[in-house]
């Protein structure tokens, strides 16, 4: 799935439309009664199903990007590639988001691409860092010095773990 959507945005098309666009190689000249209940699936999956009949355009940045995941599903895909899908979100929708592909995670591999290592090793179970070289390691082994090498630079980390609803400090 791309970074961003290259999707005109008065073209009238509806959450079930854009998601049916994944099913668009499967297809002889209409869509078939498997192909819809396929996106009806894919569009539960990702809790859009209350947002079915509305124009993709009239969605909020985090919604778009919930849809777009359940086009990737609908096609039946075993591996999940993902250009930062969290881009130009809120926390809030960036936190709905990972949740909804932990929640896939246990039945296709998820591979994607994300800046912020401190927010996504709390999802992940590894992290493939790629700069001119590969490191692949546990999340579990996420310090400063593997930052350091990693980016080749004495970074301050700062560690956002806690919560403020049990007990720890809030950065308001």
């Not at 124009?55 to 995941?69: A, D, N, T």
């Not at 599903?73 to 075993?78: G, T």
């Not at 082994?141 to 809030?170: N, P, Q």
Request: charge should be negative; hydrophobic fraction near 40%.
């Amino acid at each position: 799935m791309p970074q961003y959507a290259h999707l005109d945005m008065n073209f009238p098309a509806t959450v079930m439309d854009v998601v049916l666009m994944g099913r668009l190689g499967k297809r002889k000249l209409w869509f078939a009664k498997q192909d819809k209940e396929k996106a009806r699936i894919a569009i539960d999956e990702v809790d859009m199903a209350s947002h079915i009949h509305t124009g993709f355009s009239e969605l909020s940045g985090g919604q778009k990007q919930r849809v777009l995941i359940a086009r990737a599903l609908c096609s039946n895909p075993s591996i999940l590639l993902l250009d930062e899908p969290t881009a130009n979100v809120d926390q809030e929708t960036e936190e709905n988001l990972f949740s909804i592909l932990q929640k896939l995670n246990t039945n296709m591999t998820i591979l994607l691409v994300s800046h912020d290592l401190g927010f996504v090793s709390k999802y992940v179970k590894s992290v493939i860092c790629v700069n001119r070289q590969v490191v692949i390691h546990p999340t579990s082994l996420m310090d400063g010095a593997l930052i350091k090498d990693i980016y080749h630079s004495d970074l301050k980390m700062v560690r956002h773990d806690h919560r403020c609803s049990e007990g720890g400090h809030c950065h308001d």
